[in-house]
């Protein structure tokens, strides 16, 4: 049992010092959390989760959700969206919403970016949740 535990301290520790290495200005974009996931093959939730232990801040959301320049939906008029990518979007709701890690697949589906399939999103009033790193619910 012993063992066990020590090999979560080391994973934990493993995680912590690859997190914090991967800083950008004192915090954590969400494509370097994404590829630390990947790297070390844990979950995205589980670099989340860490982040937040150590107090660091998870920045430039891939779909543009907590950027400080994000658009509103008034903002949003501007920006064309394909039929496709609206069609899309709405073909995927879970209970009225967009979960993160749906938009990656639509994203990938489409061949598009992650963030134009958040911007549709915005434009569409329709609210991403349950994020992959567990910024939001």
């Given at each position: 049992m012993?063992?066990?535990?020590k090999?979560?301290?080391?994973?934990?520790?493993?995680?912590?010092?690859?997190?914090?290495?991967?800083?950008?200005?004192g915090?954590l974009?969400?494509?370097i959390?994404?590829?630390?996931?990947?790297?070390l093959?844990?979950?995205?939730r589980?670099?989340?989760?860490?982040?937040?232990?150590?107090?660091?801040?998870?920045?430039?959301?891939?779909l543009?959700?907590?950027e400080?320049?994000k658009a509103t939906?008034?903002?949003?008029?501007?920006?064309?969206?394909n039929?496709?990518?609206?069609?899309?979007?709405?073909?995927?709701?879970?209970?009225g919403y967009l979960?993160c890690a749906?938009?990656?697949?639509?994203?990938?589906?489409?061949?598009?970016?992650?963030?134009?399939?958040?911007?549709?999103?915005?434009k569409?009033?329709i609210?991403i949740?349950?994020c992959?790193?567990?910024?939001f619910?």
């Amino acid at each position: 049992m012993t063992n066990g535990k020590k090999e979560v301290k080391e994973v934990s520790t493993e995680l912590e010092e690859k997190v914090t290495s991967s800083l950008v200005d004192g915090q954590l974009p969400c494509s370097i959390a994404f590829e630390v996931a990947q790297e070390l093959e844990v979950s995205q939730r589980e670099i989340g989760k860490t982040a937040d232990e150590l107090g660091i801040k998870i920045t430039e959301c891939q779909l543009g959700c907590f950027e400080s320049e994000k658009a509103t939906y008034s903002d949003v008029g501007s920006i064309d969206i394909n039929n496709t990518l609206a069609e899309e979007v709405k073909a995927v709701l879970v209970s009225g919403y967009l979960p993160c890690a749906v938009t990656f697949q639509v994203a990938k589906k489409l061949k598009v970016a992650p963030k134009e399939v958040g911007n549709a999103a915005n434009k569409l009033k329709i609210k991403i949740t349950g994020c992959q790193l567990g910024c939001f619910p």
